[in-house]
């Protein structure tokens, strides 16, 4: 993909993407797994600076960029830990988030625009180096309050030990005041154009309830509920008038659509956009925070001008004609790549947009609506050449019991697709999060070395209804894995796999699918690499979890009070079966994870040794959780994944898997 700069009065400014070349070199290891150059663009209230994150000592810092000077300036400079999230509390103080090793207990810090009177506001463990706890109920950031620059809202549980207030939180000393108290167990809040709490959609028990509150008399109202497994619907943004909201709804569908709804009148109004195929929305929480859901509002024009939606790639649905033609010629000059508009100005004046495609980690533009011109803010990844990385296209097949299940194949530049290296690659979850087309670090990593990359979104996936999700309800290892075994043998059988050289890997739910597929399926791989994943699905469920949090644990894992459930979940945890595992494993953890416990791991490692198997490997990396986040640590484990991969795999084909490439002395505990 040409990487452009353009006015938009012409519609031939782009340039065709140059050929692929017959067979492309090795890229070296961290050319793919470098942090990004820029990451998470967001304009200040003003629209005059652009807060950003930006490398420093190999963490993602915090920066602002001036628009008028045309300047960049480092505002934190963390060498242990890494920034996350920014965004403004107003023109001159910025909030971000600092991870903690992997805990997933970020916490909150605010700064000025010239990087003085930082300041610890709150966090889950302790103030930044002390053993001082500070604001331990602190929850999110929910947003500024625009005539109020001394405070920000957030969520926090003041009133109740586990439910979330929409509370005051002070900028310069992190007190806390309630401002609306929690309804019920809040799962999210809307607040309208004029940033007041509107809406609470509210988990009792298996019930999803959607309240309204009147701007007046400050009351909550039921405006509709649902079974959490069933039909029904959920409040997306709020239209300019604050009186519409555009809301999901699956009543009487299979998928997603997109309705008006009116809050006055307190109904449905007119189908704005579905999908026979695929929910209307996007898939992965993957819409920028600045907009609500998949929505996109135009501050000037004072109304939702488009919904975006994740289909065989980013689709948009567009309600605004300029803002049409505007995408239009972005696609007429640079075809095949997705331009999403990810904030607007409050003066609506400029548009940030970020480009991305299969084979481009994306570039950051910004469109002047006054000059019409787009200009390039920066590149993500420099390193990365699109021209030399892989295709992605979108594919489908039949399950063994009839189902359709969609997925995408990504096949090595310059190489024919024909008795390629497979690399079967099932994403995490398992259930709503779906495959989508774009680029993806790890895919082109694995392309680069000569295989295909086959993903699918089995049942249970995001994105095809809540029947297609249902069926993979206590179907881990059953019909869950044999979707993906079905997806290894439809690319045997369309001669693209070598079925002599088929690898499964994966990180999470996909970690688990790895080490299920070397047990119960031994038969189709050669190898396998298990990154952060389940291997026994009993640790999954809690024994002391109160009865509304444990009915999605019930009805999509199991009940250890149940005798049949007991002994599914037994029968399909890998942890019980290291004796069928007859292939090469590499398996990483992270000591601090806490979504899959480090006992997923030792566990399995105690059960290979007492199987007497002896070709694995175990990296536990003391400092990260849940996947690897640190640019050091993240490069040194695909180090140790390209060379597995050409130490295990059969040398045997059409495609010479090549030496090992030697980035760095792998860094290992």
């Given at each position: 993909m040409t990487r452009f700069t353009l006015f938009l009065t012409a519609l031939t400014l782009g340039a065709s993407a140059a050929p692929v070349p017959a067979q492309v070199p090795e890229a070296p290891v961290a050319t793919f797994f470098q942090a990004s150059n820029i990451a998470s663009l967001v304009f200040s209230p003003n629209g005059k600076y652009i807060a950003c994150l930006v490398p420093f000592e190999h963490r993602m810092n915090l920066a602002v960029i001036d628009l008028e000077k045309g300047t960049k300036n480092l505002l934190t400079n963390f060498k242990d830990r890494q920034a996350s999230q920014p965004s403004w509390a107003n023109n001159d103080r910025l909030l971000f988030r600092v991870d903690d090793d992997g805990k997933e207990s970020f916490a909150l810090y605010a700064v000025n625009r010239d990087g003085q009177d930082p300041v610890v506001l709150a966090s889950g463990y302790s103030?930044?180096?002390?053993?001082?706890?500070?604001?331990?109920?602190?929850?999110?950031?929910?947003?500024?309050?625009?005539?109020?620059?001394?405070?920000?809202?957030?969520?926090?549980?003041?009133?109740?030990?586990?439910?979330?207030?929409?509370?005051?939180?002070?900028?310069?000393?992190?007190?806390?005041?309630?401002?609306?108290?929690?309804?019920?167990?809040?799962?999210?809040?809307?607040?309208?154009?004029?940033?007041?709490?509107?809406?609470?959609?509210?988990?009792?028990?298996?019930?999803?309830?959607?309240?309204?509150?009147?701007?007046?008399?400050?009351?909550?109202t039921a405006l509709g509920e649902h079974h959490m497994d069933a039909e029904g619907w959920e409040p997306i943004a709020?239209?300019?008038?604050?009186?519409?909201?555009?809301?999901?709804?699956?009543?009487?569908?299979?998928?997603?659509?997109?309705?008006?709804?009116?809050?006055?009148?307190r109904k449905q109004l007119d189908l704005v956009?579905?999908?026979?195929t695929y929910d209307a929305v996007d898939a992965n929480g993957a819409a920028a925070t600045s907009f609500s859901g998949n929505t996109l509002f135009d501050p000037v024009k004072k109304k939702i001008v488009g919904l975006s939606y994740s289909a065989d790639r980013t689709r948009f649905h567009w309600l605004d004609e300029d803002m049409r033609k505007i995408q239009q010629k972005l696609e007429a000059s640079l075809p095949d790549t997705v331009h999403r508009p990810r904030q607007f100005a409050a003066d609506g004046?400029?548009?940030?947009?970020?480009?991305?495609?299969?084979?481009?980690?994306?570039?950051?533009?910004?469109?002047?609506?006054?000059?019409?011109?787009?200009?390039?803010?920066?590149?993500?990844?420099?390193?990365?050449?699109?021209?030399?990385?892989a295709t992605m296209r979108p594919i489908s097949y039949t399950a063994r019991d009839g189902l359709k299940l969609h997925g995408y194949l990504t096949l090595p530049p310059g190489l024919p697709a024909k008795n390629l290296p497979l690399i079967l690659h099932p994403h995490g979850g398992p259930f709503g999060i779906r495959d989508e087309w774009g680029y993806n670090d790890e895919v082109q990593f694995y392309a680069s070395r000569g295989f295909?990359?086959?993903?699918?979104?089995?049942?249970?996936?995001?994105?095809?209804?809540?029947?297609?999700?249902?069926?993979?309800?206590?179907?881990?290892?059953?019909?869950?894995?044999?979707?993906?075994?079905?997806?290894?043998?439809?690319?045997?059988?369309?001669?693209?796999?070598?079925?002599?050289?088929?690898?499964?890997?994966?990180?999470?739910?996909?970690?688990?699918?790895?080490?299920?597929?070397?047990?119960?399926?031994?038969?189709?791989?050669?190898?396998?690499?298990?990154?952060?994943?389940?291997?026994?699905?009993?640790?999954?469920?809690?024994?002391?979890?109160?009865?509304?949090?444990?009915?999605?644990?019930?009805?999509?894992?199991?009940?250890?009070?149940?005798?049949?459930?007991?002994?599914?979940?037994?029968?399909?945890s890998p942890v019980n079966f290291a004796d069928k595992i007859a292939v090469p494993l590499l398996m990483a953890y992270g000591k601090?994870?806490?979504?899959?416990?480090?006992?997923?791991?030792?566990?399995?490692?105690?059960?290979?040794?007492?199987?007497?198997?002896?070709?694995y490997e175990l990296i536990i990396e003391a400092d990260e959780g849940h996947g690897f986040r640190k640019e050091e640590k993240r490069i040194a484990y695909f180090t140790l994944v390209d060379a597995f991969l050409k130490k295990n795999l059969p040398r045997v084909g059409t495609v010479k898997i090549g030496p090992t490439q030697v980035i760095a002395d792998p860094v290992k505990p």
């Open positions: 103030k930044a180096d002390s053993n001082d706890e500070i604001n331990v109920r602190f929850r999110s950031v929910l947003g500024r309050i625009d005539d109020d620059p001394k405070n920000i809202l957030v969520l926090a549980n003041l009133t109740y030990a586990s439910w979330s207030d929409v509370a005051k939180l002070n900028l310069k000393t992190g007190a806390m005041t309630t401002v609306v108290e929690a309804p019920g167990d809040v799962d999210y809040y809307l607040r309208d154009t004029a940033g007041q709490v509107r809406l609470a959609v509210i988990q009792k028990e298996q019930l999803r309830r959607v309240l309204y509150r009147d701007p007046t008399s400050k009351t909550w709020f239209d300019g008038d604050n009186r519409t909201l555009f809301i999901w709804s699956n009543i009487g569908r299979k998928t997603k659509a997109i309705y008006r709804y009116d809050v006055l009148e956009f579905a999908d026979e004046s400029k548009i940030i947009y970020l480009s991305t495609s299969d084979r481009d980690p994306g570039v950051y533009y910004m469109f002047d609506r006054k000059t019409n011109r787009l200009n390039e803010i920066a590149v993500i990844k420099p390193g990365i050449d699109p021209d030399k990385m295909a990359v086959l993903q699918v979104d089995y049942r249970g996936s995001g994105g095809y209804g809540i029947a297609f999700e249902a069926a993979g309800f206590k179907k881990w290892g059953l019909e869950m894995q044999d979707d993906l075994s079905d997806g290894v043998k439809w690319a045997i059988a369309e001669g693209i796999a070598d079925p002599a050289r088929v690898v499964i890997s994966g990180a999470s739910y996909g970690g688990y699918a790895t080490m299920a597929g070397l047990v119960f399926t031994p038969e189709l791989y050669c190898a396998g690499i298990n990154y952060v994943g389940v291997t026994d699905i009993n640790l999954l469920i809690p024994r002391d979890a109160p009865p509304d949090r444990m009915y999605w644990r019930n009805t999509r894992l199991g009940k250890l009070s149940d005798a049949a459930d007991r002994k599914r979940i037994h029968d399909t601090n994870d806490p979504r899959v416990n480090i006992d997923h791991g030792f566990d399995m490692e105690r059960a290979l040794k007492k199987a007497g198997k002896t070709n």
